[in-house]
C-alpha cells in the first residue's frame, strides 16, 4: 500500500454486494459500508473489492466488517446533460471480520493542493474551507479528494495556493443533498468528501 493514501473504516456492510466492473479477467465488486459517527449518526460509504481479495460470498448485508485500502477517485460521464461527476469509493486492500477498532474511520493523505481553497462562513457563524488534493499513485495517475477544514483548521487551509504539499488526518463522510433538475424534478444525492482533524504543511528543504 502507498503510503500517502491510507483509509481503515469499520462498520456494517448495508447492502447486497453486486458487481461493479470488470478489468480484464478480474472481477470489482462494490458494496456499502455503515460507520457510526460520535454524534450516533452514521456515514454511508462506498466500497469497491477485487475477487482475488476475498471470497465475496462471506461479505453480506448486516456483516460486521473492517476495510482498509486507498480512497480512489474516478470521473463519471452523464451521458443525458453532457457532464462529468467526480466519483470517490474506498478501495479495499484488506478486509476481516475483526471491528473492535478504537476508531472506526482514520484517513491519512499526503498530497498537493490543485485548486484554490474555498473560505467560506456558514449561516451560524462557522469557518470552513474546501480543499481539492490531488494524491498520488502508481502508472502517473492521481486521486482528486475533496476535503473540508473547520475553525483554526480552515483560516490555515485558506492560505494554501495550489500545488503546496500537504499531509491530512481526517474521516471520510457521506452527505446528502438535493439537486433540482430544468424540468423542476428533485434528485437526491449523496456527496463523499474528507472532514479534516489535523492539516500539516510539507515545507520544502532548501
Not at 87 to 100: G, V
Request: aromatic share 10%.
Amino acid at each position: 500500500m502507498q503510503e500517502n493514501n491510507i483509509i481503515n473504516v469499520s462498520g456494517i456492510v448495508n447492502n447486497e454486494i453486486c458487481v461493479s466492473h470488470k478489468i480484464y479477467s478480474e472481477t470489482f465488486y462494490s458494496f456499502d459500508i455503515k460507520v457510526k459517527r460520535l454524534s450516533e449518526t452514521f456515514d454511508i460509504l462506498p466500497v469497491t473489492v477485487s475477487e482475488k481479495l476475498v471470497d465475496v460470498n462471506l461479505i453480506s448485508k448486516g456483516n460486521q466488517i473492517n476495510v482498509s485500502g486507498q480512497i480512489r477517485s474516478y470521473n463519471n460521464y452523464n451521458i443525458n446533460d453532457g457532464k462529468t461527476k467526480l466519483i470517490l469509493t474506498i478501495f479495499a486492500r484488506q478486509l476481516n471480520f475483526d471491528t473492535t477498532f478504537k476508531n472506526p474511520n482514520e484517513v491519512y493523505l499526503n498530497g498537493y493542493i490543485c485548486k484554490m481553497p474555498v473560505y467560506r462562513t456558514t449561516p451560524f457563524g462557522r469557518e470552513i474551507t474546501d480543499i481539492l488534493l490531488a494524491v498520488n499513485r502508481s502508472y502517473n495517475k492521481s486521486d482528486y479528494i475533496p476535503c473540508i477544514a473547520w475553525g483554526r483548521n480552515a483560516k490555515f487551509a485558506s492560505r494554501l495556493n495550489i500545488a503546496d504539499n500537504v499531509k491530512i488526518y481526517a474521516r471520510m463522510q457521506s452527505r446528502e443533498y438535493q439537486k433540482k433538475l430544468v424540468t423542476g424534478e428533485i434528485l437526491n444525492k449523496t456527496a463523499y468528501e474528507l472532514s479534516i482533524s489535523k492539516l500539516e504543511l510539507n515545507k520544502i528543504e532548501q
